[in-house]
């Protein structure tokens, strides 16, 4: 995986104005598309494409400020057709319009070229089991909320505690297969989404595929298929996120396993009166790599 993540670091530095093509990338390394970006946007804290743009007006920075060539020309050696949407992405990383870059000659706010290195982690036990599920429904109530990387989302919040605690039991009811009991799912995110990026978001339950689905209830159908399932224990939800963050960088680099699409999942085995510790399950669609 570090393989493929450092030629794609080295296809970014070639491609100039072209795109970069993270599909043959991932071919190449014989992962898929849906993984890299997804590894690469855990370990690196930001989306591949986002990286890109940083990366690139990084690079333009230099001929803003010396260059002889006009700013249009520039604009299409880095791939806009014109010098406001040139300038539009240049002030969104450095802060500055491109007039007063080349007047001034900054100050610029440089992104330096990531490289992936192994270094010895592991000896933080992660306590995981692999199992086979067959099709099933999540289903409860669904809504639209930003992503969070760190920390509490209130929106979540918010939406859980607009559900009225009879709503919480009729859903436990339903319940009739794994994973069991009230469950926090996370779909429809892209790949390498930013900070901020709306993903649909799920408090519900697991039923067998074919259950009746009452009409007020939302439904997400997840075909059969492997799961990662990770254990974790202690402060919430830091203890939750540190748990993604090291799937990323310490398991499947290390097993032969890749993310698939699909929802990821979080059934709360435990927790205290006021939720500040818990235990939790992190259900991670995955397949063989």
Known sequence: MFAALNHLMGAVEEAAAEQVDVAAVAAEHGTTEHHLRRMFSSLAGVPVSEYVRRRRMTVAAADVAESSDDLLTLAVRYGYGSTEAFGRAFRAVHGLGLSE???????????????????????????????????????????????????????????????????????????????????????????????????????????????????????????????????????????LQEAYAATAAEWFPSNPWRLRPGPSIVAVLEHDEDFTTATCEIWLPVERA
């Open 101 to 239: 870059a080349r007047r001034d000659g900054g100050p610029f706010r440089s992104q330096q070229q990531l490289r992936f290195r192994l270094t010895v982690e592991g000896n933080r036990p992660m306590h995981v089991r692999l199992t086979e599920r067959p099709d099933l429904r999540l289903v409860g109530h669904a809504t639209r909320v930003p992503l969070v990387h760190e920390g509490v989302n209130p929106h979540i919040q918010e939406h859980i505690a607009a559900i009225p605690a009879e709503e919480h039991l009729r859903l436990k009811e339903m319940s009739n297969t794994s994973p069991a009991g009230i469950l926090q799912v996370s779909d429809e995110l892209e790949q390498d989404s930013p900070e901020g990026t709306e993903l649909t978001y799920l408090h519900g339950v697991a039923v067998s595929d074919g259950t009746p689905v009452p009409d007020d209830l939302d439904s997400i159908a997840v075909p059969a298929g492997s799961w990662a399932v990770f254990t974790t224990q202690g402060p919430h939800p830091q203890a």
